[in-house]
């Protein structure tokens, strides 16, 4: 339907102000919190707050903005504000507590963060970040968050890829879900309280801006189909990440793109689309049916060994192939990280043993990830308690058992850095529009470090948000919102509904979705290429053109219509998926999850180009060709070095 | 493989709803049931009929937003298994397979498969929580709890609230759920002070929002897919015994 050209862009202006405080990076967030104005406790129930969103970061922010005492409306897709994506969360979440003694600290975790982003993150925000992550602990400790303890009764921690200190806090396999829960049941009080309105089942499907501000948002009722508009002093959304771009990954079904690129398409400036991650440990793909993959915890990588056979094409089973006949790869190319090599790194050496025929499982693509040694070394009832259900999942969906043979993995979509742009505040540049956890751009750069999402989600919610966000409500409440402003936006709502309906082709909105994913995957997944990125950007627009002409939507609008929801999402991926594609062919270099084959050095590892790609690009929509704006990124106290994980 | 459903159709809570026979081909043992309802799904649109509603979304057996009856059993065959993560190897093509919703009181049919299961976040409302507001919380190494305590908490924390413990109730009660909460946040020494005003006030919610009573028939262990355990029923009645006899 839109008429933008994603294969030319312009220049913008620079962005001149992130709104950080200067001075002193270590003090930076203690001067902003002093800095900011405060609104009197009486009139903070006269100003409304929506939050688009239940994730960590969303659940924890309408939580505490109602225990604040601001008038807060939440929205959710699922049933349940408990169900959203972030209880999927398997690993961990990091924090600087330096509780196991080994030599951690705020700035360790920020150094780890700021180069694990492979420099292409704001100092200031990943200080801030690493500063407030020992709080995280203590409140959800405070919330009932069952953390695994030692004997001794303290917390245990284990480490993760990207990081030789152990800081990342985990609840067996499933700390996402009992950080969601103890931020669940959070908002759960609030509700009662009356100072939450929570409304499940219901997806926004647009902003309303007026007068220059985020007012509001328009939204379908997943079960009526009804579409209405609610209204605000503030919005904020925390609506997660965009992965199922991709078709196959390992975010839940219902994740999409669709709130934070309406809002784009409103005039929010979208950074840093292309910076994708691919996680190294995902279940192979077992069919075209696949609906979506698994993740096996990167925690698996503590104490499971990666490798593959040496000679390819070597027909044994993994048992029968004998231990100086193994690549254990990451072990040989890596030996200062071996196996907990960042994400983008074994992701990518995942892919050049398996290109090289080295592969194991249906098609080559796999590699072993073995824990006969870890068993031996442990026993199997250690194992069992660190990993049992993940072990568990893995045998229920492959019929394999990994006490016995070797894991096979493969990297799949995981995390998406980019998102809305946002400044220290957490504003984006539609002002009263503040944007959360992984749904804005901000904190790690071009590559993620495990259990750091969390940890971002939770910052973000419980205590930077509530922190900085009466700095803009203190000029409110900003009057009413004229009836035409709602019209309008309800119009634009109501028309893409019917536009959705009106096309009655003969093509699912799933096939759709395969079709793009596969062509993400090939052209812009783990190696990007110039040539590739233009043969994408080619065939967007027509597999686009061709979904607004063959599209089928059974149903009607006003009732529950699932596959409306579902073209719906897809529709706003394909307009998406040009603009990753065109960041990424704009940036010609290698950084992170973003590999440009044209940019690696001679051992095959990425090429970051610091002189011309030292910023953040952040895009305008202009329904024409986009306008790229500069955030330039400077470093006062990591010094921009080759990542080396030798 | 091919296989025969029959699936429990309804277009919305006040309809009548009745089983419809399909045929799905092309099923292989690895695909989930719902990888199975989605081939049923995409042919029904392309011969331009309304597909089969089902709720879902991690796909992963941690969200509790999937969750049939299949042949009579909530979450089907498997036990400790979700919806999504059943799979297909463990049905015979020769049998029918009759796939139909969640059926309590409290849970009215949204459409189709689909339930309406806010009751059980009415219920964590009234009192399913510790009261922390963010930013007052001492240090997380303030009080050590006994490992063995942490486990236990975690082992009723573990509950993901897909309501299967209410659905094979023969009285509808969804104490299984209600209790693992109770059990979770009591064992804690944060969850102390509203220990027992946490366990009447939710047992109250339960009650009024029309749920049956819990006489112990186990039903719901036998379906929960994280196994809560049957014991964190007795701790929530030991809990509201006490809130009774304290006169709360
Ligand atoms: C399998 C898996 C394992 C992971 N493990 C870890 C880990 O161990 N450690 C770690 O740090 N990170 C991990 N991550 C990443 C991390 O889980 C996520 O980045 C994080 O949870 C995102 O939280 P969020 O609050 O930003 O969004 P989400 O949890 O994705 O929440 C999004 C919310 O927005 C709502 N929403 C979305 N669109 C709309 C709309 N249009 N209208 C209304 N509502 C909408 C949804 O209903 C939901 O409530 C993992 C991710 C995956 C996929
Ligand atoms: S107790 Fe078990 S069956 Fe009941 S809601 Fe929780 S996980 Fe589901
Ligand atoms: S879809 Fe999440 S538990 Fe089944």
Redesign the pocket.
């Known amino acids: 339907m839109s008429c933008s050209d994603y294969t030319n862009y312009s220049e913008g202006e620079p962005i001149a102000d992130t709104r950080a405080p200067d001075g002193p990076l270590e003090t930076r967030w203690e001067r902003r919190r002093f800095a900011a104005r405060l609104v009197n406790p009486a009139n903070r129930r006269k100003l409304t707050v929506i939050v688009?969103?239940?994730?960590?970061?969303?659940g924890s922010a309408a939580a505490t903005l109602g225990e604040l005492g601001y008038n807060v409306l939440s929205?959710?897709?699922?049933d349940s504000?408990r169900r959203?994506?972030?209880i999927?969360?398997?690993?961990?979440?990091n924090a600087a507590k330096n509780y196991a003694g080994d030599g951690d600290s705020v700035h360790r975790l920020f150094h780890d963060t700021v180069k694990g982003g492979d420099f292409r993150s704001r100092e200031s925000n990943v200080h801030r970040l690493a500063q407030v992550s020992t709080q995280i602990i203590d409140q959800c400790v405070a919330q009932g968050v069952p953390f695994a303890r030692e004997y001794g009764g303290l917390l245990d921690t284990r480490s993760f890829g990207g990081a030789q200190v152990s800081r990342t806090f985990y609840a067996r396999g499933q700390?996402?879900q009992q950080l969601l829960l103890g931020a669940y049941q959070a908002l759960s009080r609030q509700i009662h309280a009356g100072t939450v309105r929570m409304h499940p089942r219901?997806?926004?499907l647009d902003l309303v801006v007026d007068d220059g501000r985020a007012r509001g948002v328009v939204v379908r009722d997943l079960v009526s189909g009804e579409v209405s508009t609610h209204l605000a002093d503030a919005v904020v959304l925390?609506?997660?990440?965009y992965g199922n771009v991709f078709h196959l990954s390992?975010?839940a079904k219902?994740?999409?793109t669709?709130?934070i690129w309406r809002a784009h398409k409103k005039g929010a400036l979208f950074a840093n689309p292309c910076y994708t991650q691919i996680h190294p440990t995902c279940i192979p793909v077992s069919g075209e049916h696949q609906s979506k993959l698994t993740?096996m915890?990167e925690s698996l990588r503590n104490d499971g060994r990666v490798w593959v056979p040496e000679r390819a094409g070597d027909p044994r089973a993994p048992r029968d192939i004998p231990e100086q006949e193994r690549d254990y790869y990451l072990e040989r190319l890596y030996p200062g990280f071996g196996n907990l090599v960042p994400r983008d790194i074994a992701s990518r050496a995942a892919k050049t043993v398996c290109d090289a025929g080295r592969g194991v499982g249906p098609g080559g693509l796999g590699v072993y990830l073995d824990f006969a040694e870890a068993i031996e070394r442990l026993g199997r009832d250690t194992v069992s308690a660190r990993y049992g259900n993940l072990f568990e999942m893995y045998q229920r969906i492959t019929d394999e058992d990994p006490y016995e043979v070797p894991m096979r993995i493969y990297p799949a979509v995981?995390?998406t850095m980019g998102g809305l742009w946002v400044d220290y505040d957490l504003r984006s540049t539609i002002p009263g529009l503040f944007v959360i956890?992984?749904?804005n751009f901000s904190d790690h750069g071009a590559n993620r470090l495990?259990?750091?999402?969390?940890?971002q989600?939770l910052a973000d919610g419980y205590f930077v948000l509530p922190a900085v966000i009466g700095d803009y409500l203190a000029d409110g409440p900003f009057g009413p919102v004229p009836p035409t402003a709602v019209e309008d936006a309800e119009d634009e709502v109501r028309q893409g509904i019917a536009a959705l309906l009106a096309v009655d082709g003969d093509r699912t909105a799933e096939s759709f979705h395969r079709e793009l994913g596969r062509l993400m995957w090939e052209l812009c997944g783990m190696e990007r290429s110039e040539e590739g990125l233009r043969k994408a950007l080619e065939q967007i627009p027509q597999l686009r053109g061709e979904f607004w002409r063959r599209v089928k939507v059974t149903g009607a609008g006003g009732q529950l219509n699932q596959e409306l929801e579902k073209a719906g999402r897809v529709a706003d991926f394909l307009e998406l998926a040009e603009l990753m594609c065109l960041d990424a062919l704009h940036r010609t270099e290698s950084c992170g999850g973003h590999f440009r084959v044209e940019s690696q050095t001679a051992e095959g590892d990425a090429r970051r180009d610091d002189d011309a790609f030292s910023y953040v690009a952040a895009w305008e929509h202009t329904g024409g060709a986009p306008v790229l704006h500069r955030e330039h990124l400077e470093f006062t106290a990591v010094r921009p070095s080759v990542r080396s994980y030798k | 493989m091919r296989y025969t459903l029959r699936v429990w159709r309804q277009r919305g809570p006040e309809e009548s709803g009745g089983l419809v026979d399909y045929d799905v081909d092309g099923i292989s043992p690895d695909m989930s049931f719902l990888e199975m309802l989605d081939v049923l799904n995409e042919r029904l649109v392309l011969d331009g009929e309304e597909p089969v509603a089902f709720d879902h979304d991690c796909r992963?057996g941690i969200c509790g937003m999937c969750g049939l009856m299949i042949d009579g059993v909530a979450h089907g065959p498997e036990r400790a298994t979700t919806t999504c993560q059943l799979h297909m190897r463990h049905f015979d093509p020769a049998e029918p397979i009759v796939v139909e919703p969640w059926r309590a009181a409290p849970f009215p049919v949204v459409r189709d498969l689909m339930v309406d299961r806010s009751a059980l976040d009415r219920i964590v409302e009234a009192g399913g929580y510790i009261s922390a507001p963010a930013g007052a919380a001492p240090d997380a190494h303030a009080v050590p709890i006994p490992k063995a305590d942490a486990d236990a908490a975690f082992t009723a924390a573990a509950c993901i609230g897909c309501g299967a413990c209410v659905a094979a109730c023969p009285n509808g009660s969804p104490m299984l759920f209600t209790a693992a909460k109770a059990t979770h946040l009591g064992l804690l020494p944060q969850g102390q002070p509203e220990r027992l005003s946490r366990a009447e006030d939710m047992l109250t919610a339960q009650d009024d929002l029309g749920f049956g009573g819990c006489t112990q028939t186990g039903e719901c262990t036998l379906v929960c897919p994280k196994g809560i355990p049957l014991e964190t029923i007795a701790t929530l009645n030991h809990d509201v015994l006490t809130a009774a006899l304290r006169g709360r």
Not at chain 1, 52 to 58: F, N, Q
Not at chain 1, 88 to 93: H, L, N
Not at chain 1, 238 to 241: D, L, P, S
């Open positions: 688009v969103g239940t994730g960590l970061a969303g929205f959710c897709y699922q504000p959203a994506h972030s999927a969360a398997q690993g961990g979440i700390t996402g219901t997806e926004m925390a609506t997660g990440g390992t975010n219902g994740c999409n669709t709130a993740l915890s995981h995390y956890g992984e749904a495990g259990a750091s999402a969390l940890m989600g | 992963e």
